[in-house]
C-alpha cells in the first residue's frame, strides 16, 4: 500500500515539474497578440485614464467599478486585485505617477493598509492599497478614485454649461 502511495505522489510530482516547464518556457505577447521586436509589458494603463499605470499582475475588476465621462467631467473608482506584494506595489506606483507628472501630496500607512493621494492640475488621483487574507502570499487590492474637471479654464459649469 505505501508503494503505491509513493508511486502516486511521484506521478504527481511529475506531472506538476512538467507543466510549471511548459508555462515557464511559454513567450509572453503584448496587447496586439504579437511578439516581434517588444520587450514584455509591465504595466498597462488604467482604466479609461491615459496617465495612470497598473502594473499587468493587478487585474481590472469591471464588475465592481465605475467610470464617468461626460464633457466637463471624467472620473471613477475603479478597483483591481492581484497577486502583488503591497510594497512593491506602492514602489510602482511612486515611480509611475511621478513619470507621468502627477505629484504626490500626501500618503499615510495603517495596519494593511497604504493610502497615496496625487495631483495634477484640475485633477485627483486616490489609491487605497490593502493587503488581503493571506498577508504577502494573498491577493492584494487596489482602490483608485479619480476626479478630472475638464471645465476647469473654459466658461462653463461642472455640468458643462455654457457661463453668460
Not at 69 to 95: A, H, M, P
Not at 114 to 129: D, G, H, Q, Y
Request: charged share 15%.
Amino acid at each position: 500500500m505505501g508503494i503505491i502511495r509513493s508511486s502516486k505522489n511521484l506521478v504527481m510530482a511529475a506531472i506538476a515539474a512538467t507543466l510549471l516547464t511548459t508555462v515557464a518556457c511559454t513567450t509572453p505577447t503584448n496587447n496586439q497578440g504579437t511578439t516581434e521586436g517588444m520587450p514584455p509589458s509591465t504595466s498597462v494603463m488604467a482604466a479609461n485614464f491615459k496617465d495612470i499605470e497598473m502594473p499587468v499582475d493587478m487585474k481590472w475588476d469591471t464588475g465592481e467599478s465605475i467610470t464617468i465621462n461626460t464633457s466637463s467631467f471624467q472620473g471613477g473608482i475603479v478597483k483591481y486585485n492581484g497577486r502583488v506584494e503591497i510594497n512593491s506595489l506602492r514602489d510602482f506606483l511612486l515611480s509611475s505617477m511621478a513619470n507621468n507628472q502627477w505629484k504626490m501630496v500626501g500618503d499615510t500607512q495603517y495596519s494593511n493598509k497604504i493610502i497615496l493621494v496625487f495631483t495634477k492640475p484640475a485633477r485627483t488621483c486616490l489609491f487605497v492599497l490593502e493587503e488581503g487574507f493571506g498577508g504577502v502570499l494573498g491577493t492584494t487590492y487596489a482602490t483608485l478614485y479619480v476626479t478630472s474637471d475638464l471645465a476647469v479654464g473654459t466658461r462653463t459649469n461642472p455640468f458643462g454649461e455654457p457661463i453668460h
